[in-house]
């Protein structure tokens, strides 16, 4: 137990101080296995590459950089402006509606893309300066796409959802399936957000002006080939037509389609570069994979995880009082860690005390994903918040902070119904 201590405490130096946290848990790993042999080296180096070895060869990585592909296709295809105008087209025309209408789009673009920040840095582009040109308040309209960008970490397909399936040895298909009603749940408490905001201050979110049934019409064909990939994907792995790695590949094949109908793809330079994007995205993800594996193995070699287990009994805690505990500590950790590098570190750790104390984790997958959505958008990390600064730094900072507090608000309100009834999470998972 002392090597796991003092093996965190170096992982949240390193961490502070700015160094990559796949070289440090993989460094670290690789000490932690060497002091727990005697300073055996050869057999902490063979161990650690064991670990890499079995974790590169697991076939359910695969569906990692297939769903990069589809989303990077989809994203290159232009269907923001067209996702925001079908949302427009719905809700816009009232007070606040544009700024609803943002969590909608940022919802549709989520679905197709996976991505927590290419949602919020597409959609600060598309949906700002719509807002300013209505006279929405800074505050509400970029708090709004900050927001709205976290639904990219729950809506399926989801990286983080996929990452926690392999970590926690969970279905993948399973867990796309439970995050799809929290996933309407957010849309819901965020619309709410916006609402109870203008209805305070009427001012800061004015009505946009009305289309023609015609314009309605015409802004929801644009959009309906999207809600047709999203519909067959999810609908093929609930339906149990195909496996999440067989789903991953059609979305893939079908977004590229898509692109190339759309004018995406011209030539081979721009589909070799989608191809070189998606691959670099991955060989960081792995790379965070691998070496945060390799740390929570020698975690779990330490004997940590299970005294945590003996400590909650003794403690009384009991499974949700273990569940709280495990969802304050990703918030004060989220203060240091970017959300997968979070997910990786904190779940095999407090495995062994979940299964002991005979928790869904499937259900528990969708709260760590809740969670982290937090850990997005509040301070000192907010890298969402941080995505829209980058895009509008005309903006200061603190006031993109303090518009995305009611939505931190409505976060806590849906992370609290999601603890109490957990059907909310499992039930169609229960269907399946």
């Known amino acids: 137990m002392i090597a796991a201590l003092w093996g965190f405490a170096a992982v949240l130096l390193f961490s502070f101080i700015g160094l990559p946290l796949a070289f440090v848990t993989l460094i670290v790993g690789l000490v932690g296995f060497a002091w727990l042999r005697g300073w055996n080296w050869s057999g902490a180096l063979a161990t650690t590459g064991q670990q890499v070895m079995e974790a590169a060869a697991n ?12 989303g990077i296709f989809i994203h290159r295809s232009h269907v923001s ?7 427009y087209a719905a809700v816009g025309a009232r007070r606040g509606g544009l700024a609803q209408a943002s969590v909608l789009a940022c919802a549709g673009f989520s679905a197709v893309s996976g991505s927590s920040l290419a949602t919020a840095a597409t959609m600060t582009r598309v949906a700002m300066p719509h807002m300013r040109r209505y006279g929405y308040d800074d505050r509400l309209s970029s708090g709004v796409v900050a927001a709205g960008g976290t639904l990219g970490i729950m809506i399926p397909p989801s990286v983080p959802l996929i990452l926690y399936g392999l970590v926690a040895e969970q279905d993948i298909g399973k867990l796309f399936v439970a995050g799809m009603i929290p996933g309407v749940l957010l849309i819901a408490v965020y619309m709410g957000a916006v609402w109870l905001t203008v209805m305070r201050n009427p001012e800061i979110g004015p009505a946009g002006e009305p289309l023609s049934r015609a314009e309605k019409i015409s802004a ?7 809600l047709l990939l999203f519909g067959i994907v999810l609908g093929g792995i609930y339906f149990g037509i195909f496996t999440p790695t067989e789903a991953a590949g059609i979305g893939a094949g079908g ?8 004018g995406g793809i011209r030539s081979f330079g721009d589909l070799s570069g989608m191809l070189i994007e998606a691959t670099r995205t991955t060989a960081i993800l792995f790379a965070v994979i691998f070496g945060t594996l390799v740390f929570a193995n020698f975690i779990n070699l330490s004997g940590l995880p299970y005294d945590l287990l003996d400590l909650t009994e003794t403690l009384g805690l009991g499974s949700m009082g273990l569940v709280l505990a495990i969802c304050v500590i990703c918030v004060l950790l989220g203060m240091i860690f970017e959300t997968i590098g979070l997910l990786l570190l904190i779940v095999p750790v407090f495995l062994p005390a979940l299964y002991g104390m005979g928790v869904d984790l499937i259900w528990f997958g969708i709260v760590m994903v809740v969670v982290i959505e937090l850990g997005l958008i509040t301070p000192p990390i907010g890298m969402n918040v941080f995505t829209v600064k980058s895009v509008m730094p005309d903006i200061a900072l603190g006031r993109i902070f303090r518009g995305v507090m ?27």
């Open 59 to 70: 076939y359910g990585l695969s569906v990692i950089p297939l769903f990069l592909l589809m």
């Open 81 to 87: 402006e067209d996702l925001f105008r079908a949302a």
């Open 220 to 226: 929801f064909l644009r959009v309906w080939p999207i």
């Open 255 to 262: 977004a590229g389609i898509f692109a190339l109908l759309r």
């Open 406 to 432: 009611p939505f931190v608000l409505a976060d806590l309100v849906a992370l609290a119904l999601i603890l109490i009834f957990p059907v909310i999470a499992v039930g169609l998972v229960g269907l399946m």
